[in-house]
C-alpha cells in the first residue's frame, strides 16, 4: 500500500524498509528511460530537419544554408501549420498534465491522470517545431516524456507518495541533461527549477543526491548516441586578467539583456492567442516570420543551440558583429512571437543564445580595440547571466552552461558569481506581472 501519512512538500523522506528496492528500481528504470529518451529524441530532430530542409547531413544553420529558397522560407511555417493543427486538437480534447503541476500535486490525481501517451505525442510535436526551424527550445520534450515515464513507473510500482514529485522532478532534470551531456546541469535544473519552484520537496539533503544519480544513469546511457562528446565546440580559453576585466562589462550587460527577454517572452505569453481554430495559422505564421529572417542569417531558425556555437567560435570581424547583432535583436523577438502564437516550448536555448551572442559581440569590440579577451569564454559568461536571468536559476545556469561546451574550470567561479549577481539585482527592475505570467505559463 501507498503511505498518504505526510505531504510531498515536507521533503525527501527515508523510505521504509520494503520501499528500498521499489525506489532503487524507479530510480535506475527513470535514469535509462530518461538516456533512451534523450537518443531518441536527439535522432527525431535530425529526422525533422532532414525532412523539412531536404539536406541529409549537418548542423540547422547548414541544412538552411543548403536548402532551397522556399524550403528555407515555407519550412518552419509547414512545421507550425502540421504542429499547431495536432495541438489545437490536443488542448481541445484535455490537454497534457505538465511536470510542474505533477510535482506540485500532492494527492497524485495529477500523475495518475499524466499518463504516458499524451506527453510522449506532445514531445514529438515540440521536437517537430524546433526540426522545422521555429524559434523556441525544446527542452520541454524530453524533460516531459521522461517525467511521464518516472510518474507511471513510481505508481506501477508502489512508491511511497512523498517520493513520487521528487522522482517525477529529477527524471525530467535528466532528460535535459540526456540531451545535452549535462548531468550536473540536469540535476540542478530539477532541483532549483522544477522542485523548488513548485513544492518544497527539493530542500530535503536527499531529493538533490536523487537528482544527481538518475541525472547521472541518464547522461551515461546517452553516451550511446553523443560518445560522451560535449554539446558544443569550443576553443581553448585560458585563464588571462583581460578576461576577467571584460567580464565585469559582460556580467550586467548580459544581465540586462536577460531582463528585457524575460519581459519580453512574458509580455507575449500574456498576450498569447486564444486556443482556436487559428492556433495553426498564427504557429504558421510565425514560423514564415522565422523562415524569412533566415535568408539574411541562417542561425535564427531552431532553438538557439548553433547560435550558441556560432558566437564560441565567432571571428573578431565586422561582419560577425553584424551576425550577432541580428541574433540579439532577432532571435528574442522571433521566440516571443512564437510562444504567443501558441507554441509549446522552452526557453533554456533562446535564452543562451542570446546570452552567447551579447559576449561575443562585447569580446569582439574589445578585440577590434586592441585588447586580447577570449571571445569564447565571454560568450560562455554571457550565455549562463542571461539564462540566469531568464529562468532566477543561478546554479543551475551555472553550472549547465559550463558543461554544454566543457569549459575551463576557471569560469566555474566567475559563472557562479555572474548569474547569482546577476538574478539578486535584476529581481528588483520592473516588469514582475509579466515575469510571473513567463513562469505560470
Given at each position: 500500500m501507498m503511505s498518504t501519512s505526510r505531504p510531498a512538500a515536507c521533503g525527501a523522506p527515508s523510505p521504509a524498509p520494503g520501499q528500498w528496492w521499489r525506489l532503487s528500481l524507479t530510480i535506475l528504470l527513470s535514469g535509462v528511460a530518461a538516456?533512451?529518451?534523450?537518443?531518441?529524441?536527439?535522432?527525431?530532430?535530425?529526422?525533422?530537419?532532414?525532412l523539412f530542409y531536404g539536406v541529409r547531413d549537418g548542423s540547422l544553420p547548414q541544412r538552411v544554408t543548403e536548402a532551397a529558397t522556399w524550403r528555407r522560407v515555407l519550412a518552419p511555417a509547414a512545421g507550425g501549420l502540421v504542429a499547431?493543427?495536432?495541438?489545437?486538437?490536443?488542448?481541445?480534447?484535455?490537454?497534457?498534465?505538465?511536470?510542474?503541476?505533477?510535482?506540485?500535486?500532492?494527492s497524485l490525481d495529477?500523475?495518475?491522470?499524466?499518463?504516458i501517451l499524451r506527453p510522449f505525442a506532445d514531445a514529438v510535436l515540440q521536437v517537430l517545431t524546433v526540426g522545422s526551424g521555429n524559434s523556441v527550445g525544446r527542452e520541454g520534450a524530453p524533460r516531459l516524456a521522461a517525467g511521464a515515464?518516472?510518474?507511471?513507473?513510481s505508481l506501477a510500482l508502489r512508491v511511497d507518495v512523498e517520493w513520487v514529485p521528487v522522482l517525477v522532478a529529477s527524471a525530467a532534470g535528466a532528460g535535459l541533461a540526456a540531451m545535452y551531456n549535462a548531468p550536473l546541469g540536469g540535476a540542478a535544473y530539477a532541483v532549483e527549477i522544477v522542485m523548488l519552484a513548485s513544492t518544497r520537496a527539493g530542500r530535503g539533503v536527499r531529493a538533490p543526491a536523487l537528482a544527481v544519480v538518475i541525472s547521472v544513469l541518464a547522461t551515461v546511457v546517452s553516451w550511446l548516441?553523443?560518445?560522451?562528446?560535449?554539446?558544443?565546440?569550443?576553443?581553448?580559453?585560458?585563464?588571462?586578467?583581460?578576461?576577467?576585466?571584460?567580464?565585469?562589462?559582460?556580467?550586467?550587460?548580459?544581465?540586462?539583456?536577460?531582463?528585457?527577454?524575460?519581459?519580453?517572452?512574458?509580455?507575449?505569453?500574456?498576450?498569447?492567442?486564444?486556443d482556436s481554430w487559428t492556433l495553426p495559422l498564427a504557429i504558421g505564421g510565425a514560423g514564415l516570420l522565422t523562415g524569412t529572417t533566415s535568408l539574411w542569417l541562417a542561425e535564427l531558425p531552431g532553438n538557439g543551440k548553433d547560435a550558441f556555437q556560432a558566437a564560441l567560435t565567432s571571428p573578431p570581424t565586422g561582419t560577425a558583429l553584424v551576425a550577432l547583432?541580428?541574433?540579439?535583436?532577432?532571435?528574442?523577438l522571433l521566440t516571443g512571437?512564437?510562444?504567443?502564437?501558441?507554441?509549446?516550448?522552452?526557453?533554456?536555448?533562446?535564452?543562451?543564445?542570446?546570452?552567447?551572442?551579447?559576449?561575443?559581440?562585447?569580446?569582439?569590440?574589445?578585440?577590434?580595440?586592441?585588447?586580447?579577451?577570449?571571445?569564447?569564454?565571454?560568450?560562455?559568461?554571457?550565455?549562463?547571466?542571461?539564462?540566469?536571468?531568464?529562468?532566477?536559476?543561478?546554479?543551475?545556469?551555472?553550472?549547465?552552461?559550463?558543461?554544454?561546451?566543457?569549459?575551463?574550470?576557471?569560469?566555474?567561479?566567475v559563472l557562479l558569481i555572474g548569474t547569482t549577481g546577476a538574478v539578486a539585482v535584476t529581481t528588483w527592475l520592473p516588469g514582475r506581472r509579466a515575469d510571473a505570467r513567463l513562469h505560470r505559463a
Amino acid at each position: 500500500m501507498m503511505s498518504t501519512s505526510r505531504p510531498a512538500a515536507c521533503g525527501a523522506p527515508s523510505p521504509a524498509p520494503g520501499q528500498w528496492w521499489r525506489l532503487s528500481l524507479t530510480i535506475l528504470l527513470s535514469g535509462v528511460a530518461a538516456g533512451l529518451i534523450g537518443i531518441s529524441m536527439a535522432y527525431l530532430l535530425e529526422g525533422f530537419e532532414w525532412l523539412f530542409y531536404g539536406v541529409r547531413d549537418g548542423s540547422l544553420p547548414q541544412r538552411v544554408t543548403e536548402a532551397a529558397t522556399w524550403r528555407r522560407v515555407l519550412a518552419p511555417a509547414a512545421g507550425g501549420l502540421v504542429a499547431g493543427s495536432l495541438w489545437w486538437w490536443e488542448r481541445a480534447t484535455g490537454g497534457v498534465v505538465t511536470v510542474e503541476r505533477t510535482v506540485e500535486d500532492t494527492s497524485l490525481d495529477s500523475a495518475r491522470r499524466m499518463g504516458i501517451l499524451r506527453p510522449f505525442a506532445d514531445a514529438v510535436l515540440q521536437v517537430l517545431t524546433v526540426g522545422s526551424g521555429n524559434s523556441v527550445g525544446r527542452e520541454g520534450a524530453p524533460r516531459l516524456a521522461a517525467g511521464a515515464v518516472a510518474s507511471r513507473v513510481s505508481l506501477a510500482l508502489r512508491v511511497d507518495v512523498e517520493w513520487v514529485p521528487v522522482l517525477v522532478a529529477s527524471a525530467a532534470g535528466a532528460g535535459l541533461a540526456a540531451m545535452y551531456n549535462a548531468p550536473l546541469g540536469g540535476a540542478a535544473y530539477a532541483v532549483e527549477i522544477v522542485m523548488l519552484a513548485s513544492t518544497r520537496a527539493g530542500r530535503g539533503v536527499r531529493a538533490p543526491a536523487l537528482a544527481v544519480v538518475i541525472s547521472v544513469l541518464a547522461t551515461v546511457v546517452s553516451w550511446l548516441h553523443s560518445h560522451a562528446a560535449a554539446s558544443l565546440s569550443m576553443p581553448r580559453a585560458p585563464l588571462a586578467g583581460a578576461d576577467l576585466l571584460a567580464a565585469v562589462v559582460v556580467i550586467p550587460t548580459a544581465a540586462l539583456a536577460g531582463w528585457g527577454a524575460r519581459s519580453l517572452w512574458g509580455w507575449f505569453k500574456a498576450h498569447r492567442l486564444p486556443d482556436s481554430w487559428t492556433l495553426p495559422l498564427a504557429i504558421g505564421g510565425a514560423g514564415l516570420l522565422t523562415g524569412t529572417t533566415s535568408l539574411w542569417l541562417a542561425e535564427l531558425p531552431g532553438n538557439g543551440k548553433d547560435a550558441f556555437q556560432a558566437a564560441l567560435t565567432s571571428p573578431p570581424t565586422g561582419t560577425a558583429l553584424v551576425a550577432l547583432a541580428g541574433v540579439i535583436v532577432l532571435k528574442p523577438l522571433l521566440t516571443g512571437a512564437t510562444l504567443g502564437a501558441g507554441a509549446t516550448g522552452g526557453l533554456l536555448a533562446p535564452s543562451f543564445a542570446l546570452g552567447s551572442s551579447v559576449g561575443a559581440a562585447l569580446a569582439g569590440l574589445a578585440h577590434l580595440a586592441g585588447a586580447d579577451v577570449s571571445v569564447a569564454a565571454m560568450a560562455v559568461l554571457g550565455g549562463g547571466v542571461v539564462l540566469a536571468v531568464t529562468q532566477k536559476a543561478p546554479v543551475f545556469a551555472a553550472l549547465f552552461i559550463w558543461e554544454l561546451p566543457h569549459a575551463p574550470l576557471w569560469l566555474l567561479p566567475v559563472l557562479l558569481i555572474g548569474t547569482t549577481g546577476a538574478v539578486a539585482v535584476t529581481t528588483w527592475l520592473p516588469g514582475r506581472r509579466a515575469d510571473a505570467r513567463l513562469h505560470r505559463a
